[in-house]
């Protein structure tokens, strides 16, 4: 007789159960009939059917992260783009207009810029440090708001309030990408956002080795428009990276802190140096928002460091080739320090002139600051100075 490849109860575990949550790596999940197939697809039923629509190991890391953001269902997708997608499209139609902040991480820029209004969305970017701005940039039809609180790479601390309170007065819809800030800084839905979304693979999973999104809604309707629509489009994750995830969370809020004191001794350091030209930092004085680092980050400034050297290309690359220890590499949030240069990264899209309007120049960096000691590390950053000099 042929063995049966069927395995009823994979999981099963008798009288004692994992410690750790288990991978369920299955596509499907088999029933016993028709009636019971309806009933899991009304809701009267719970069980998975396909896992494109839904596993176990995406609804644990969901729950996880569910209760750091003060959410309820939220949905794991593919990647950090996937959640924006979901959030975007899922709930917009032909005809919305979206506002999103001009220093948005550079995929969402161009998703605005250049793909949704193909698809017959109108999108207005502008400084969401400034509520004005936004007031201005209203048109009857906007639907909906996107911000990072902390904006990419020049750290400027969005008007979280004034928008949320905006959006309330308008009926416009926030959507809050936290993945910079984390719910370690901000709860989103505390200050009234409608949806909140993350880049998983940054400093949630935390350890650059999984690709995952995180969107989450204030009401069961979006909710739904955002499920359906990821379902449908393939936006998604696997299993595994969901096991991955799930596994780096659970430290997540030491290595927070952790990195966030040693951003805030390395910013010191880098603005004490003759040869920085600007260490950026929000909770520093001379930061343009810093009175926003208490109101709205609640006095958690973050990971992420930015600075300015003299020199140019030349002085980037020399920079960059003797700070030994840091990875040059465009991302940010893992256990190690980061180092990225915006202008040939995530914003050379831009033009020199537009990228000078920002704030960059070419020997702009932007540092995620990782779990390394700090006198290490500015050793390291000292060294890459260094090798400026001597040019
Ligand atoms: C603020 C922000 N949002 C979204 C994304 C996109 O995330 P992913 O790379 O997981 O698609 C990124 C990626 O760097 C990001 O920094």
């Given amino acids: 007789m042929k063995p049966t490849l069927m395995r009823p109860n994979p999981v099963s575990t008798g009288v004692s159960t994992p410690v750790v949550t288990p991978i369920q790596q299955s596509v499907v999940y088999a029933t016993d009939a028709p009636d019971t197939l309806d009933a899991q697809y009304t809701g009267q039923e719970a069980g998975f059917t396909y896992a494109r629509e839904g596993h176990p190991n995406a609804e644990a890391l969901a729950a996880r992260i569910d209760a750091l953001e003060g959410a309820e269902g939220g949905l794991i997708t593919g990647s950090g783009m996937a959640a924006v997608m979901a959030a975007l499209m899922g709930v917009c139609g032909a005809g919305d207009h979206i506002i999103g902040g001009d220093q948005l991480y550079g995929r969402s820029l161009r998703l605005m810029t250049q ?164 260490a950026i930092y929000p909770s520093r004085g001379d930061h343009p928002d810093h009175l926003r680092t208490q109101s709205v980050l609640g006095g958690q400034a973050g990971n992420m460091v930015s600075f300015e050297i003299k020199g140019g290309r030349a002085a980037a690359n020399a920079f960059s080739r003797a700070a030994q220890g840091v990875a040059f590499a465009p991302t940010l949030g893992d256990v190690g320090t980061t180092l990225s240069h915006p202008a040939s990264s995530s914003h050379r899209a831009l033009t020199p002139e537009d990228r000078a309007a920002l704030g960059m120049s070419e020997g702009f960096f932007r540092v995620s600051v990782g779990l390394e000691d700090p006198d290490a590390l500015m050793a390291t950053f000292d060294a890459g100075l260094a090798a400026v000099r001597a040019l």
């Fill in 115 to 278: 793909d949704l209004p193909r698809f017959g969305l109108e999108c207005t970017l502008v400084d969401t440090t400034d509520v004005d701005a936004v007031v201005a940039a209203l048109k009857p039809n906007t639907r909906m708001i996107l911000i990072e609180v902390v904006s990419n790479p020049t750290l400027r601390i969005a008007d979280l309030h004034g928008i949320a309170e905006l959006c309330k007065d308008r009926d416009v819809l926030l959507v809050v990408d936290n993945t910079f800030t984390t719910p370690r800084s901000v709860k989103p839905f505390e200050s009234g956002a409608d949806i909140v979304l993350h880049s998983v693979t940054k400093l949630l999973a935390g350890h650059a080795d999984v690709t995952l999104g995180y969107v989450a809604a204030r009401t069961p309707e979006l909710r739904k428009a955002m499920y359906d629509f990821a379902v449908t489009t393939g936006l998604t994750p696997s299993p595994f990276e969901c096991w991955l995830a799930e596994r780096g969370l659970m430290t997540f809020d030491l290595r927070y802190d952790k990195a966030q004191a040693t951003a805030q001794i390395l910013a010191e350091h880098l603005a004490a140096q003759p040869d920085v030209l600007r």
